[in-house]
């Protein structure tokens, strides 16, 4: 069992390794959590589908030495994430800051989910109606006529 | 009515075809640079050839020029250098920023291959390339005779980009420069 347990573990451990390896030294975890945090945040600017934690680009490396710089100057990280704005813009931003320019990114999703659901009540309503009125009796006379010719037809043919 | 509802799903993933087919041919490598309309960056660096006095932005005031970031470890840098090269030779400014580069095997690049730059910055550890953004090499910033940043062009300049976009940037640059 213990064995079992340790090759768990070991296969943990090697999960992670998939991200860049550094060899910073942090004074907390707090610092090292932050860390983490803002390199995930971060768009690598020339390997445009990774952040700058996984990618081992030379950018992404000189990026991850400026986040340990400044947070060793101890700045927040919303100044952190600035100074990489100011530098290599708003694309550097996985979430991007909420601007005229972003809101589509934004709301659409709310907005297509609130006209889905709309959509669906409506609908559903719509045939609750329909049932709760019995359905026949949108039929006309002349078409209940021929729908009771048809199930006698049918009756006799079995 | 009811029939132009229920083509509305159609029509929606009509809408979408064609956002989809316009996304085929974007060109997604190029960023809108964030220094664009803002001072070059302040920086103070030695000069890539030995013995001569540190660069500071300074020195790119009073002239627009054209800041071309490279090093000899680039490819595209290599075939872009002749371009430069003619350029420098027709009259245009050019300073070259060496980024994260060997010194030595910079000045021997610069002997061989002719030196189109005329101010030569040298930035072995990439800090004034962090301050311009730049996240490869070649890449090359527009500067005014303010030493505002008024474009950035990245990759390779060739005599045909030249000739349709960039000399014409250039140009506007100097009319503006002239009283």
């Known amino acids: 069992m213990k064995l079992l347990m340790a090759l768990f573990a070991a296969m943990l451990i090697s999960l992670s390794a998939t991200a860049a390896i550094d060899t910073y030294e942090f004074d907390s975890e707090e610092q090292r959590a932050r860390f983490y945090y803002l390199s995930s945040e971060l768009r690598c600017p020339k390997c445009q589908n990774q952040n700058i934690a996984d990618s081992n680009s030379p950018i992404a490396n000189d990026l991850r030495r400026e986040i340990y710089r400044m947070l060793q100057e101890d700045r927040s990280n919303d ?51 329909a049932y709760k009125t019995g359905g026949t009796e949108q039929l006309s006379a002349e078409e209940q006529q021929r729908l009771k010719s048809l199930l006698e037809k049918k009756d006799r043919n079995d | 009515m009811k029939r132009a509802l229920l083509m509305l799903p159609l029509a929606l993933f009509l809408l979408m075809l064609v956002f989809l087919f316009r996304g085929l041919y974007l060109d997604n490598d190029e960023l809108p640079s964030a220094l664009v309309g803002k001072r070059f960056p302040a920086f103070t660096l030695p000069s890539v050839e030995a013995g001569e006095a540190p660069v500071t932005e300074q020195d790119l ?33 050019i300073h070259g920023v060496n980024y994260k580069d060997d010194t030595e095997a910079a000045r021997k690049w610069l002997r061989d291959l002719h030196d189109p730059y005329q101010l030569n910055i ?10 311009l953004g730049v996240y490869g090499a070649p890449e090359t910033f527009f500067v005014d005779a303010d030493g505002v940043i008024r474009y950035k062009f990245i990759g390779v300049i060739d005599e045909r980009i030249w000739e349709s976009d960039l000399a014409g940037r250039y140009q506007a640059l100097v009319d503006e420069a002239q009283p």
């Open chain 1, 79 to 129: 100044q952190i994430v600035d100074f990489m704005v100011e530098r290599y813009g708003e694309f550097v931003r996985y979430r991007p800051a909420l601007t005229a320019q972003t809101a589509v990114l934004w709301f659409a999703p709310a907005v297509f989910l609130l006209v889905g659901l709309f959509a669906l009540i409506f609908m559903l309503r719509r045939r609750q109606k």
């Open chain 2, 61 to 93: 005031l009073g002239q627009p020029s054209l800041v071309n970031v490279w090093a000899t470890w680039c490819v595209a840098c290599r075939v872009e250098h002749p371009v430069l090269n003619k350029l420098a030779a027709e009259g245009v400014v």
């Open chain 2, 122 to 131: 040298s930035d072995p550890e990439g800090l004034l390339g962090l301050d």
